[in-house]
């Protein structure tokens, strides 16, 4: 007793402990009573989590013992913790309250991370019917890829796209922990090539590196069949057939017949394969500047 206090921890377990009290009144008599106290043990409740739980589950089952008792902290709702109150973290606190029939109460608390998996697909992109791009994504885990049509391998971090209409593939990581990540993009199929055809105005021949060819340009040439240009009487002074796309020492360098064509306007009529077989004819004029 301290005072008016009984201090069970100073007393310690067990019992039963008297405890007196006299009173004397205002006439000087006393009398006394007492009663007893058992000290009883508090119970050592244990607290079962595991190191991490992952953003995306639903929810984490807790585990107290013995069973009876309740749950607290962030993220806690009944016996579940869910990862995606609390969000992405490190040493998020729970705690299990117990009380035994003696009406005895402890707590034990326990700490856990809530881990964040997350997987890039990339930007959207397109191909033209018939083509392949090839694309790599960075990854540390296992993912599958869906869906399955229209691609080299379901499994793999880089592989080739070749889907003949527009497509939303999805991509699913499992990294080392067991986190799961989704992310989706989309490659759209086009069905009708770019016919913008882009002819130069002028072009500049003296050898500086910088526009000495006159070549036709597109985004989706596959080969200029043909290319023809002609001075102003309608001479014939430059042929060239089946040139790659790009290949710009393939077009025409400003010469004829092995000597400098004069500065001018020149004519020209280029036939053009497009993606897809189409076939088309750009015309026009260009200059040659010396």
Request: hydrophobic share 35%.
């Amino acid at each position: 007793m301290s005072g008016t206090s009984f201090n069970p921890s100073t007393a310690g377990i067990g019992g039963p402990y008297f405890i007196h009290y006299s009173y004397t009144d205002i006439n000087g008599c006393t009398d006394s009573t007492f009663t007893t106290l058992e000290v009883y043990p508090l119970p050592e409740p244990e607290l079962v989590l595991p190191p991490y739980a992952c953003l995306d589950a639903d929810a984490v089952p807790l585990v107290g013992l013995p069973d009876g008792g309740f749950f607290s902290g962030a993220g806690v709702m009944g016996d579940d913790f869910i990862p995606n109150l609390t969000g992405p973290g490190t040493g998020f606190g729970i705690t299990y309250t117990y009380t035994d029939a003696n009406g005895c109460t402890n707590s034990v608390g326990g700490t856990l991370d809530v881990l964040e998996n997350i997987v890039d697909a990339g930007t959207d992109t397109s191909l033209f019917i018939g083509d392949t791009i090839l694309l790599g994504f960075g990854t540390e885990g296992d993912i599958v890829w869906t869906p399955t049509n229209s691609i080299s391998c379901a499994d793999c971090p880089v592989l080739y796209f070749f889907p003949t209409f527009t497509t939303t593939y999805t991509i699913t990581e499992t990294d080392p922990n067991g986190c799961i990540a989704t992310d989706k993009f989309t490659v759209w199929v086009l069905t009708e090539p770019n016919a913008d055809i882009f002819a130069p105005s002028a072009f500049t021949p003296n050898g500086d590196g910088v526009n000495d060819y006159f070549l036709i340009y597109g985004q989706d040439i596959i080969n200029i069949i043909s290319l023809r240009v002609f001075d102003r009487w309608g001479e014939l002074i430059f042929l060239n057939e089946n040139i790659a796309p790009g290949d710009e020492q393939q077009g025409w360098d400003g010469f004829f017949r092995g000597s400098s064509a004069t500065s001018g306007v020149y004519a020209f009529i280029a036939e053009i394969e497009l993606k897809g077989g189409t076939v088309v004819v750009s015309k026009g004029n260009v200059t040659l500047l010396r």
